[in-house]
């Protein structure tokens, strides 16, 4: 596996679990994309300012995250929360 996976992999680790809980604590309340990088690099200061919108993309294509872009201009964002999650 090169450096630069190997990295990304680490910063998936640190941070997909963060922007999980982010998700939890937003509902689907829209929110800005500025939001979620500060409430990661909260924890995280040392993160690249792009990791935090890159992770949450990969998310979505794993399917863990729904969200829809409701103002790509603003990156103003809206999780859809499953009945599933919902349950849990």
């Not at 500060?38 to 919108?53: C, K, L, N």
């Not at 201009?73 to 849990?88: C, D, G, P």
Request: positive net charge; glycine residues 4%; aromatic residues 10%.
């Amino acid at each position: 596996m090169s450096e630069d996976r190997q990295e990304r992999a680490r910063v998936y680790v640190k941070i997909a679990p963060l922007i999980l809980q982010f998700a939890g604590i937003m509902g689907e309340r829209p929110f800005h994309v500025e939001t979620l990088r500060r409430f990661v690099r909260h924890y995280y200061p040392e993160i690249a300012p792009d990791s935090p919108g890159r992770i949450l993309r990969q998310l979505r294509v794993e399917g863990r995250l729904d969200y829809s872009v409701l103002h790509r201009r603003q990156s103003l964002y809206q999780f859809h929360v499953t009945k599933a999650e919902t349950a849990a």
